[in-house]
């Protein structure tokens, strides 16, 4: 196809959820087409939610044309050719089957499913279907990272040899927090499966599969209040740490925590190699700072990159260096590189597959944390 | 009107010039209604170019339905309530005087024009239009902005005695950048009009009028190559340097230099009064820093604050703190002030009247270079 | 004994060793009591190195009165009081001990042997002798670690819930260098022994004994070069990752890397509480950053402290805050509570008795390492 | 002489004054030949202070073999060859010019005296007695602040053409502090006298001549208390502003500010050239940050380099990088430099000429500010 015939070209979406990252894929589909040029424009056709009255709301308020409480009539809909699901998790497999079913492309948001059972099945879905089928791992859109993975790419750092990677929140760092469904065991195994996925996703892009693991969960607070304000036993572990052996022999550690008061957004890396290394921290996704050992000792140092049109595809929201992007315009980049999918372009994307190989380390690390040793995160079956 | 008739109601939007600042403003209008759930939708009405074809070609790359070679045409049109105009500065009076004439509201980017005459005429014509008409000072818009605002208005630091503003950007920095307009004369003085009018903004909100100033200008290379690689002399200064008194007695300083290597975004406030200090710098616009000279010496420390949904607007963008916004999201928020202004409510926006301040500033600043002594701003004539 | 005799008094050191160490301790014996006025000031008795013509070079060097080639002749030495030893590891048990037997105080590098049955000779001659037995562990005395100590203490991060540590220098991160006795197995364990045992020192002091251990390492490079420029098997491990349960419930990861590019003499902190978290990193030893979870959210951040008089013993060295302290500094600190401790005064130091529990852990995480399993560091004997 | 004759010989030294800079000036006269192999070994001969008592305790605290209360028995004494001179600054021209002419070199603590005439009276002396004369101004000793003139030397920034320098501390930030002889026109302008020395030290080393001054002094707080509580007018100016030209036509500013809160040792450098920028801040003085012009874009930033072996003469003091030298060592490399001076050798101090170019830059500030236009600093005399 032409690039003009791409640019006349427009695509239906459908969008289940309208939570934080349901008005995040709204806001996705409404500006993408505005800041690129080379992708279709989006109709903002059908939006769900769990009342009429409450879809009618959000669908004015988001600026979808219909509404609806049923989502299997959104996923029928022709008009929709591909479908944002951003409920709770739990909801993740049953809709993404049977929109893939329907013939439509899949943007679901991560993770896939709390059982491994049902990403196997999201991902066969995807398979049998010949559909797109992405996962919202909108961290490896960054141009800061995309830079991160040039430079390994191009032996900036020489042969990687050790990665430290973090991820630090604190919206569960109040002991007085009332127990919620994220303390309750059906929500999953707690920060391992909340967190730890996401730079998952950035060690999948730099290395490649996770060989082995060792986990250590822990809970800083055994209860919680519950609503009578009693003490109610935490079911899910607010704090894991983890080491890794990654693919190519790299050896890594994963530490993350959703109680860390003072930790916002933090995603912090340290990629050491023979040749330097490299820092990145999300809180600061503007930067990153990379060693090179070589010239004189006197002159090495840790220099510091403020991203910029010379870090792609920045240049697409702004031609000067140094200005920012935000977590939101990820989310652009992540509904552009899915609509490049769809039109059969290469594209930066996490699909199913992608996301089965994270899942199956994050419950590989389960099972080691249980064991209390080593465990093999096995060969992807299929 | 009430919240439900604001929401129904749409806005029509012209927009003229499609460059840097053009996309900007176009993807503000794409997304401000999503974003903010209080505002009218806007519709992208028309757009105009220097050529019939150019501007057909942008007008569907942004989402606008019409387009025009023709600006007297858009402002004329009556689907169009409001215009962006986004062209090189000197067209900013004819353009904007015309459109406030033609009963429109204006969304002008800064400055307001290279004549202190020209910019007069401009609040002239507002003010006789009765119509909104706003200048693009987007820096005020940010949420770590807002919030020294509140803590200096809180009295957290006490009563400020100086303030130290910095903006820096390297475009100019290469001696063997070719000359350009923005060497010549004609484009004004250079780094004291391109620049200081940017921070002079953040100070005329934090502290009212610029009461007096002594300015230092310098060029970093008396000559640039010319097409022909000939040397050619610069006609305007890339660094200046600004002793300020300000309203209050607020003693202050103000380096400007677009020729400074390795600064892309920088725009730094060092704020101190009777009972601590705020730190800010625009190159990492989601942080604030605070001291408080309170409790023991041995606590007391800047206190590094990322933005979050405490810190208004952010929470429109995102619900999760430290997850950062970006430069377009200021446009954004502006783009929504101007909105609430048009409705009639209040807003924070650098009205054509505030704007001229900013230029008046700007014009004594360069008197007092050539006089080699302070020159007062003068009252506010009108 | 009064505070004049204190200062009237002298007292007798003997120095074995002049490397690294050695200048440092020299340094510390050489002015510690024109910093602290408390303590005796020192006689520089006697030095001794590996050969008579430069051990009289050094003495004449740093200060000393007499050299010698035989350290026994050192230790047996009536006007020496008490004996530095900076010499490599594996003499440090002969040297000690036999120092302690002579009646000897003794002031003795980390670690305290590559052998855990030494290290429990030294500590058990250490017993018998009733002299003062203190190891080199010198980040302990940082002002800002000490501030760190009294925050914990206070309760101003509420309850602590985990730690991590990372300990990082980049001398063995060059694949070229050298095979040398740093990669040979009679070293000991690599980065284990080398570098866990400082970030141990700083977890004994705020949280008591680890519990249990696991441990992986790894080596960056299977061979260096020898002499003769073929490669060579490396015997150590330059890369250690270390998880920990430790005394009270914390948990805690420990990262230590010797071929870290980009890493000087990092050794960071973070530290997460019910109410708070701090944090540290030894390469910006003048500063602490604690973040407090209380008052507004939109005014926590975490605030940067500077050390200053404030934060004992800041003070003896300087009035002014924020001016900073160095490395040696440490060492000068370390010197006074060494003295403080002969003087039977409370002091601030890290006794044999203390050493001990730090090689323990290191060993058992070897152990960890070699099975693969978590291993309990076990109760201390005797 | 031979490098053993030198190590061989010592050097007899007087103290006047034990306050903050006495005590530096003592640590430095102790430690100095330990530190550095290449120096005569300092005997601590005589020390003065304004009580017989007081004089005694502080040489027995400071390791001075006699004490006394005239200053002129001091420097009268043959034991002393060069005078340590470290009394408030009203008292450095008679005891500066008493000790040149008994034929003592002389070390005195900066600024050189509140009077310029008095300045001028001790350069002559100094330059009369053919003594060495040097001033305390030790932050031209930091190796990171050597690098910096290495750096600007070799061109690594191509042509400098901006500098901006600030010194701020908060020592006078408190409006409750009480009326001093700080506050006491006595004392002399206030920041101007205080602060502004040390930039400018720092400025004459990288760009020579101050050639002309501009500048706005004001006064946080009109009053503070006096003894009875009752508010007292100030006299001196505790911020001041100065616009400068240098030497080479360098287009500079410095800000300084004894009234600053959060500021406790700040003294920041931001120096652009045509090829680069630098960029210090003495808050972390074992870091220097350099920008390069040079390579693609999308690699350029700032380079933190942390200082080590690599950077002249840190490697005195410690092998390792990264590991920080403090506030005090710098006097100690002052020390050295002086002796070396006293020995003929190559060496980097501040003359009491250099001295007098500072002295005559802040005077000629001060005239600007009395009458609000540019001064020249002039040609120095003689």
């Given at each position: 196809m032409s690039g003009a015939d791409k640019q006349a070209r427009s695509i239906g979406v459908g969008l289940i959820g309208t939570g934080y990252m349901g008005k995040c894929h709204a806001?996705?589909?409404t500006s993408v087409r505005t800041v690129f040029g080379d992708v279709a424009r989006p109709r903002l056709e059908f939006l769900c939610e769990v009342s009429e009255d409450l879809a009618r709301e959000r669908a004015q308020a988001l600026g979808f044309a219909r509404a609806t409480a049923d989502w299997r009539a959104l996923i029928a809909d022709p008009a929709v050719d591909v479908v944002s699901i951003?409920?709770?998790?739990?909801?993740h497999p049953e809709m993404a089957i049977a929109a893939l079913e329907a013939g439509k492309h899949v943007w679901c948001e991560k993770p896939m499913a709390p059982a491994l059972a049902d990403a196997r099945a999201m991902r066969a879905a995807a398979r049998a279907s010949g559909r797109v089928a992405v996962l919202g791992y909108n961290y490896i859109q960054n141009p800061a990272f995309r830079h991160i993975e040039a430079l390994i790419a191009?032996?900036?750092?020489?042969t990687p040899v050790q990665l430290r990677a973090e991820m630090d929140e604190d919206?569960?760092?109040?002991?007085?927090?009332?127990?919620?469904?994220?303390?309750?065991?059906?929500?999953?195994?707690?920060?391992?499966?909340?967190?730890?996925?996401?730079?998952?996703?950035?060690?999948?892009r730099l290395f490649g599969r996770v060989e082995r693991v060792f986990c250590d969960m822990a809970k800083p607070y055994a209860t919680r209040p519950d609503d009578a304000g009693a003490p109610r036993a935490v079911e899910t572990?607010?704090?894991?740490?983890?080491?890794?052996?990654?693919e190519g022999g790299v050896q890594a550690s994963l530490l993350v925590n959703r109680a860390a008061w003072g930790r916002k957004g933090r995603i912090a890396l340290?990629?050491?190699?023979?040749?330097?290394?490299?820092?990145?921290?999300?809180?600061?996704?503007?930067?990153?700072?990379?060693?090179?050992?070589?010239?004189?000792?006197?002159?090495?140092?840790?220099?510091?990159?403020?991203?910029?049109?010379?870090?792609?595809?920045?240049?697409?929201?702004?031609?000067?260096?140094?200005?920012?992007?935000?977590?939101?315009?990820?989310?652009?980049?992540?509904?552009?590189?899915?609509?490049r999918a769809i039109d059969g372009a290469p594209a930066r994307v996490v699909t199913f597959d992608d996301g089965l190989e994270i899942e199956r380390a994050v419950h590989a690390a389960a099972r080691a944390f249980e064991a209390g040793r080593w465990e093999d995160v096995g060969a992807l079956d299929g």
């Open positions: 806001l996705a589909w951003t409920t709770p998790n739990a909801f191009q032996g900036a750092i020489g919206f569960m760092a109040d002991a007085a927090t009332r127990f919620s469904w994220k303390s309750a065991a059906p929500s999953g195994y707690g920060a391992l499966d909340d967190f730890a996925v996401h730079p998952l996703s950035l060690i999948q572990h607010d704090m894991a740490n983890l080491l890794l052996r990654l340290q990629i050491f190699g023979s040749k330097g290394s490299i820092l990145y921290d999300q809180e600061r996704m503007n930067e990153v700072e990379i060693y090179r050992a070589d010239g004189a000792a006197s002159g090495q140092g840790y220099t510091r990159i403020l991203t910029g049109p010379a870090h792609e595809p920045y240049d697409a929201f702004l031609p000067a260096p140094g200005h920012g992007l935000g977590f939101n315009d990820l989310k652009v980049i992540e509904c552009r590189e899915l609509l």
